[in-house]
């Protein structure tokens, strides 16, 4: 195989591998995202952010962002089958997957280039957590204020990446799920006529953030830019 062969099947792997993640986001969105646990349901729901991984790992993406997509399948694995033992393993993973990016967002920022006013909007939104989460998640009440916290040094470093704003955004959309899915799971009646559009809204969220982390952060040059 030349160099030029190589290089376009790279190419053609990572740009198949973020179609196919795409596609079964949308088939995930449609059919099982608002439905109970099945093991159709993980199967599909697993797909979507390791094509993203295998589309990374194709084409030379930094190690830490494909780590970070694998720790996030496995989060998407454990929270598909809805019990307590499998959200806190969840929680980890993607606590993980968000640290990983933290790394990767510090090496390629820095914190001297975070808008401070940007931060003390995130940092706000981290904060009132105390108020509108916190009294309602139970035991897990210190589990989740470490997820807070983890999260949002995440969504903070990603202010920094300048010239990356994809990535950033993708960052943001991240976070915006996870808000989403602490009100499904804590303040949200199961029969509230909001559970479904909730789900789809936060899937979107959560697969397209993932997505734009790759295609901003995770290369030598960002894929495209918004």
Known sequence: M???EEIALRQSIMFGGIAVGLLF???????????????????IKI???LGFAVAGYANFAAMLVVAGLGL?????????????????????AFAGAHILYILHFTDLGGVALIPLWAAGVVVALAVSSEVWLRPFTGAMKWPVRAYVVVITTMA????????R???????????VSDVILAIQVF?????????????????????????MILAGAGFARPLFSI
């Open 2 to 4: 030349t160099i030029l």
């Open 25 to 43: 986001a949308v088939l995930y969105a449609l059919l099982f995202c608002y439905r109970g646990p099945s093991w159709a349901k993980t199967g």
């Open 47 to 49: 797909i979507p952010v």
């Open 72 to 92: 996030s399948a496995v989060g998407d694995l454990a929270l598909s089958r809805d019990t307590p033992k499998t959200f806190l393993f969840g929680l980890i």
């Open 156 to 163: 903070v470093m990603a202010l920094s990446l300048q010239g």
């Open 165 to 175: 704003e994809l990535a950033m955004w993708g960052a943001m959309a991240f976070v």
């Open 187 to 211: 303040r949200m009646k199961e029969s509230a006529r909001w559970q479904v559009p909730a789900s789809v809204a936060l899937w979107g969220l959560y697969v397209l953030g993932q997505c």
